[in-house]
């Protein structure tokens, strides 16, 4: 495999765990508020960026690169509202996106059509999570400081995000 892409394949592997563990941060403090709803979607968005993660590892190793387990920064922590804590999800599946765009252009540029192929998976994961992001950071931004309907949202979280995540 190209030395460069081996490199944007290993720092999207942090990038998928830094995702990971940002999520699990962000299901923790709303476990401790109380959103057992919003917790259980990060709980499960955390497993899924592991996910992406693992399948990275693996397909490097299937390459026979070298596969670096990388250290990672402390996640945010603490949210001022649930706005927040929907901005960060957003700003960070952006922040994603445009990584894996950035490996799908070194790709075609390095004729690598074999990883290019692999990574077509991720932007269509990437096109969905975008989505759910959006949809749920508009539906808090109607429901404002509305506690009741920071409860609806808690108890819906799941049916919303299907029904964003749904096919056209
Ligand atoms: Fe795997 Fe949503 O980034």
Redesign the pocket.
């Known amino acids: 495999m190209n030395k460069s892409i081996e490199k944007l394949l290993n720092d999207q592997v942090k990038?998928?765990a830094t995702?990971s563990m940002q999520y699990l941060s962000m299901a923790s403090w709303a476990d401790a508020k109380g959103y057992n709803g919003i917790a259980e979607f990060f709980y499960a968005q955390s497993e899924?960026?592991r996910v992406?993660m693992t399948k990275l590892v693996k397909f490097i190793n299937e390459r026979s690169g070298t596969v670096i387990v990388p250290a990672l920064d402390k996640p945010k922590a603490d949210f001022k509202s649930l706005s927040e804590l929907f901005e960060t999800f957003l700003s960070s599946?952006v922040f994603?996106t445009e990584k894996i765009n950035h490996i799908i252009f070194e790709c075609l540029q390095k004729k690598d059509y074999n990883v290019h192929n692999f990574m077509q998976w991720?932007v269509t994961?990437?096109l969905e999570?975008e989505a759910v992001a959006r949809t749920l950071l508009d539906k808090l931004n109607i429901i404002g400081n509305d506690k009741s309907g920071h409860y609806l949202f808690d108890r819906d979280i799941n049916t919303i995000a299907t029904e964003a995540d749904a096919p056209e």
């Open positions: 990038y998928e995702a899924e960026e992406h599946e994603v991720y994961e990437q999570e």
